[in-house]
């Protein structure tokens, strides 16, 4: 799923290139390509599937020509994750008794064989008709985040353990986010989902058919093999937009996951492999430290130059062809493009977002 | 004086438009503008002489209208203020027992008729042939500046104590500077100084007779009436370059002031005017809040504009054409132009010249 807004990452992030096709990380590469070439030693890349806005399909195109450009399934508009996964799941043409694995292209990952190993043992797990979604055990009480909570004992799946979930709570306040953890048997839900495509269906079907029969009638409609690939000019394949219109905006997580917990029918598996969602900047500068062992992550675009002098735990990104000076900070994130900039402290750092709404209220579409 | 590179205000200060030309106050006045108005209430425009880099003197002329553009003096090239002061010294054309003012171009002064009114004490005291400097009344042990020790009973000229000085201290350790404070004689040198034009000419053919007569016996061929009103082409007058090829580059303090202190012929005006040399960008920032009363200053240029989401304490100074967006920063200078940008933490921004010796040692000759 290659989707989102991403206003958290404004000026970088706009509307013409969200959050997963920006220049984030070391050498000008993209969250899009570091996800695929974490998963191309497990998949391979005929096998992974794009589902992204279709004014985007050429940007996937051109960034991972290792993909079948039939791979890149375009949405009409963007209507959340329920209806991205139930259109993947209609489309694709594979056996209905394969294990999928739906997952964020935005997501940062320290340990790509731990992730891969994760993986593999909720593959194991799905097999049996269960849905198993990754769980990240907390570094913290992070309020930000869904929680899984797991029951029961451990079962074995491919050398790790497995649990049953239990339920989910959202966004709990920091002293719930203390107790859960205190507790041993909460994880971050990182909305990493693994399921036979069957189970999914099946999923659908039961507890949101509102969005998945609609979706589902069309693609019946469709010459195969892929059935929603998006079309050379920029646009969905014919009829989606009208179904689309349709739909209701859902996150698969609450439509399809939480609902089948409730019939135990969820497992988790835990893993520590330094996940991040990279929702903000402060977030993005940790996951590039972690990965650089360096105090700052400072990024030179093309025609631009970095100088600092005695800056710590700094994040400065010069995509704006300038020259960017930075002396003597601490925490702090520096953002320069062309038509705008972004000097924020580390901590207040999700206020970003207020930028935009300031943006927007202002008219300045131009910058959005 | 009009003149110095300004380099801890870069990237506003380059060397095509230095320090007194910049627009750094409300409305984009400049400091020059600032000086010359809070002057013009006690001397006529007519009176007010401007030195400057002969480059520099159309910028003079085209933001001072109300100066004669023959009041425009313009140096070959820069030579430190004793030369500048010798060159006002024997170029203008007014009675040799007239009191003459030579202050810097680029100050701040919060109380403007308490800077006029210590002005016309020190011309009183002026007129009895002492060469008199104007003290600031410490407000901390500042070790940047030079310090002004009087000694002896007050005098009173023009409703204001003056006193004799007794010698100077340059640059004194914090300790010393705590003696010098406590000792209740010191004032900070402000570099503005009163006389009578014969009596600094005597000083100068007594003190630094290199560099004055040179200057003199120049002036002397030239027409007049005034001898070194620079020319319409960027140039300085005929022949002075080659005079001054062969100046020493010295400060008026030292050359002059010092050893004519250790003659007796010194004298002081304290003032507590809120006065400030403006040496950095949060001297500057310091200056317009007490103007101002508010704990920002953000100022944004043509086609710029400024979002701040809860920030404290910050300089924010938008003249790149761009939006500038801060988030929850405290104590932090943003300053941002078309090719250059720089962020820096208050307290650090004396660092900021390290920045321009960095792009002298790298060739960017382009950005200063």
Chains 1, 2 share one sequence.
Not at 65 to 82: D, F, I, K
């Amino acid at each position: 799923m290659a989707g989102g807004g991403g206003t958290r990452l404004w000026p970088l992030s706009r509307g013409r290139r969200p959050k997963p096709f920006l220049p984030l990380l070391d050498g000008g590469r993209c969250l899009l390509e570091a996800t695929v070439s974490r998963l191309v030693p497990m998949i391979s890349g005929s096998d992974i599937f794009v589902v992204t806005h279709a004014r985007h399909a050429p940007l996937v195109r051109e960034l991972i020509p290792a993909l079948p450009p039939s791979n890149v399934l375009g949405e009409p508009e963007g209507r959340n994750t329920a209806a991205a996964v139930a259109l993947a799941a209609h489309a694709i043409d594979r056996p209905a008794d394969e294990v999928m694995v739906v997952l964020w292209a935005d997501q940062s990952i320290g340990d790509e064989a731990g992730l891969r190993a994760a993986l593999a043992a909720a593959a194991e797990r799905a097999r049996s008709g269960d849905m198993v979604t990754l769980g990240v055990t907390p570094t913290g009480p992070e309020t930000g985040y869904g929680y899984v909570i797991a029951r029961g004992d451990a079962e074995t799946h491919a050398g790790r353990e497995t649990f049953r979930v239990a339920r989910f709570e959202e966004k709990p306040t920091q002293e719930r986010a203390r107790e859960l953890i205190a507790d041993g048997t909460a994880s971050w839900n990182a909305g990493i989902f693994v399921w036979r495509r069957d189970t999914l269906l099946e999923g659908l079907d039961r507890h949101i058919p509102d969005i998945s029969r609609p979706i589902a009638a069309w693609a019946a409609s469709q010459p195969g093999p892929v059935r929603a690939a998006a079309g050379a000019d920029d646009r969905a394949a014919p009829g989606l937009a009208a179904v689309y219109a349709t739909l209701r905006a859902t996150a698969i997580d609450y439509a399809l996951l939480e609902p089948a917990s409730l019939e135990d029918r969820v497992a988790v598996v835990p893993m520590a492999v330094g996940w991040s969602d990279l929702g903000s900047w402060s977030a993005l500068r940790d996951a590039r430290r972690a990965t650089s062992g360096a105090s700052n992550v400072e990024q030179a675009g093309a025609g631009a130059a970095i100088i600092d002098i005695g800056s710590q735990d700094v994040y400065v990104q010069a995509s704006g062809g300038r020259l960017v000076a930075v002396v003597g900070l601490r925490d702090v994130v520096v953002v320069d493009t062309e038509d705008a900039l972004l000097v924020c402290s580390a901590e207040a750092s999700q206020d970003v977002k207020r930028v935009v709404e300031r943006l927007r209220d202002e008219g300045r579409e131009d910058l959005l």
